[in-house]
């Protein structure tokens, strides 16, 4: 089944240390993104990358990193810089190009950092 | 700049109950329009879309409609499940900047 996935589903981390979140997808997409997603709130973005070994800030990067070194693979670093990292984080995906546009999203990675 | 703005929550429906969620959005040209689903821990699954004004989606019995001289997309079904008690998000996608924007999402809660 082509897909994404996120893993762990929970994770959590004593405050000051780095963690990195997972997301994989198989559906040979080339673009894909991160969003973190607060109680109540609608999805924030995080960073994005529309090519492999190239990537974007959004919305809110401060306090997080990426890589994009395969096409199937982008993980997101949550660093000891980002001041309220617990939230729920969701990975997303979508075919290049102007013509496509609907996003397929993971299951989610919950963190809580204590 | 862009935006989505959607009624807040949250809603409380009887079974079978009509349903309407409200959503309007400011964009430059002419954006794709999106409801996405969430339900509860999971992460979101496209319920509908819309690419052009006058544009209707559909599916599961939730309809929307693109309605630019109204700049609205709002969410209805006709008679709803305890099954579609979730968090509803309206979206929309500019080519130019090629990302999602989301309005805050309205939780829906439905009781038998």
């Known amino acids: 089944d082509g897909g994404i996935t996120q893993s762990p589903k929970y994770l959590f981390r004593k405050e000051g240390q780095n963690v990195t979140l997972s997301c994989e997808q198989n559906?040979?997409?080339?673009?894909m993104y991160w969003y973190r997603q607060d109680p109540g709130q609608g999805l924030r973005l995080i960073y994005y990358?529309?090519?492999?070994?190239?990537?974007q800030k959004g919305d809110i990067a401060e306090g997080y990193s990426v890589s994009r070194e395969k096409k199937e693979s982008f993980p997101l670093t949550v660093t000891s810089a980002q001041k309220n990292p617990t939230a729920f984080y969701l990975c997303?995906?979508?075919?290049?190009?102007?013509?496509?546009?609907?996003?397929?999203f993971g299951p989610g990675t919950r963190l809580t950092v204590l | 700049g862009n935006s989505v703005t959607q009624m807040e929550g949250p809603v409380t429906l009887s079974e079978e109950a009509f349903l309407t969620i409200n959503c309007t959005y400011t964009?430059?040209?002419?954006?794709?329009l999106f409801w996405y689903v969430q339900y509860p821990g999971e992460g979101l699954q496209l319920l509908l879309k819309?690419?052009?004004?006058?544009d209707k989606g559909s599916n599961k019995g939730f309809e929307a409609t693109y309605r630019k001289e109204t700049t609205s997309f709002h969410l209805e079904k006709g008679s709803v499940q305890v099954s579609d008690s979730a968090v509803y998000f309206c979206?929309?996608?500019?080519?130019?900047?090629?990302?999602?924007?989301f309005g805050q999402g309205t939780e829906l809660s439905v009781k038998p």
């Open positions: 997303a995906s979508k075919e290049g190009g102007p013509l496509y546009n609907e996003q397929f």
């Open positions: 559906l040979n997409h080339d673009a």
């Open positions: 990358s529309q090519i492999v070994n190239d990537f």
């Open positions: 964009a430059t040209g002419y954006p794709s």
């Open positions: 819309a690419t052009k004004a006058d």
């Open positions: 979206a929309l996608f500019y080519n130019q900047g090629g990302k999602l924007i």
